[in-house]
């Protein structure tokens, strides 16, 4: 049983939003959601509220897990102000150099994720960084070490031996090791702020949307 919504959301006005929240929450305890999917609805909450007063009531709900994702939001929003996004800043320090062999693996489904195509995953070489729009964590280019060619049943293919990848995670700087978008591309989008743009606005055109991203040998930035 969840605690009752009067008392324990003071700073959350909307009873829309508060039976919404109860919903998502219930669909979990039924196994109709995952936990993940809850964290993620929860941050885009609060994205669109741009405000923590949600996130901040929820760190005293009964459930451990409706806990666990409103610290992750509180940390992420955080993050996400700190966050240093500026191109020439991002390139200057940035784990990533030019030439740094990379891996992709993995995804939502895990190793069995569609787009390994029954493989164990993808190599390739960062290029550069790309604009995705203000405020946001650059891109990261991929050139990859073999093309893919990929059709989904919907007819939407994916083909190119160039991958743009972004962080999952709003306010997550690039790691070694990353959770990231991935786009397949023939060839490196004339305006990227555009190809990301109109991409944002449709649904799911990306071919992965939970790949791990890692660097396997990296040279010196000086090389």
Known sequence: MHYCKKQYYPKIRSVEKMNTIEAFIG?????????????????????SSNTLDLVTDLQEHSEEF??????????????????????????????FAANSRVRFSSGYDGSKSWWLNGGSGYDGAFVDFTFVREG??????????????????????????????????????????????VHIVSEIPSDTEEFFRVNDMMASTEIESHASLSIETRPNKAE
Do not use: M, Y
């Open 27 to 47: 669909e979990v305890d039924r196994g109709l959601r995952t936990k993940l999917e809850f964290r993620s609805f929860l941050w885009q909450e609060l994205k």
């Open 66 to 95: 409706v806990r666990a994702a409103a610290a992750w939001c509180i940390e992420s929003h955080q993050n996400e102000v700190n966050l240093v996004t500026d191109i020439r800043e991002v390139r200057e320090t940035s784990v």
């Open 136 to 181: 946001s964590l650059p891109a990261a280019i991929i050139e990859l070490d073999s093309q893919i060619d990929l059709t989904e049943g919907t007819g939407l293919r994916h083909f190119g031996a160039i991958a743009l990848a972004r962080v999952r995670w709003s306010g997550t700087p690039w790691q070694t090791d990353n959770t990231v978008v």
